[in-house]
């Protein structure tokens, strides 16, 4: 079964410091993709960062990166110097070669001033 | 380049009545996508569509939901005799033929009184 776990329903987070979500998956799959999707009350999904499984290499995108353990299934996101406007529902998704993606379930983040 | 477009924005539907919900994706995406949230939760999968094509319907129920991306024309998730249940927000989401991440639209708040 393809699943994917996000075992902290909500997390906060002190303004200007860092936080990291934690997000864990289940496949047989050796290719596929991952992604991390914000979600603020306007409800817009946004893509906040992606990764390939065959990269070794972390992804970073500014003040967002990733610590991806292939061998773990493990992809974690860390978001460091935190802003206000971070304050969101984090979704973390993976994509596999038959073209479906698989959400889990989310971390609801705060900022705290 | 304009992003995913879902139509309306809210919905208001009595028991019984249709709901059809309007999906146009970003330009050059010819595959789509269809998800539900209820409050708090996270993103269920339901139908994944190329031109014409219905690719994978597993998380469709099988009565009252129906979807379609005709050639030409928006795709349309139509929701037949709604029922409480069915209120939810639904997502639509999009993407190139290649490997790149979904785009989400805005949404479609259902709301059935």
């Known amino acids: 079964a393809q699943t994917v776990t996000q075992s902290q329903p909500e997390m906060s987070v002190q303004e200007a410091e860092t936080v990291t979500l934690s997000c864990t998956y289940d496949t047989s799959e050796s290719d596929y993709y991952l992604f991390w999707y914000k979600q603020p009350p306007s409800r817009q999904m946004i893509l906040v960062i992606r990764?390939?499984?065959?990269?070794?290499q972390n992804a970073t995108e500014n003040r967002f990166s990733v610590n991806f353990q292939k061998a773990a299934k493990s992809f974690s996101l860390k978001i460091s110097d935190s802003q206000l406007g971070d304050a969101a529902m984090y979704f973390c998704a993976y994509r596999v070669t038959g073209n479906q993606f698989y959400f889990g379930t989310g971390t609801s983040l705060t900022v705290i001033p | 380049n304009a992003g995913v477009m879902q139509n309306p924005r809210h919905l208001v539907r009595r028991r019984g009545q249709e709901a059809r919900l309007r999906c146009s994706p970003m330009?050059?995406?010819?595959?789509v996508y269809w998800y539900r949230q209820l409050p708090e939760e996270g993103l269920k999968f339901m139908v994944y569509l190329q031109k014409e094509n219905i690719i994978d319907e597993s998380g469709m129920p099988k009565e009252r939901f129906s979807a379609e991306f005709p050639k030409e024309g928006p795709s349309i998730l139509r929701i037949q005799q709604v029922v409480r249940g069915d209120s939810a927000a639904y997502f639509c989401?999009?993407?190139?033929?290649?490997?790149?991440?979904?785009?989400f639209g805005n949404g479609t708040r259902l709301t059935v009184t």
């Open positions: 989401a999009s993407r190139r033929v290649d490997n790149s991440p979904l785009h």
């Open positions: 330009k050059g995406h010819s595959h």
């Open positions: 990764q390939e499984a065959y990269k070794q």
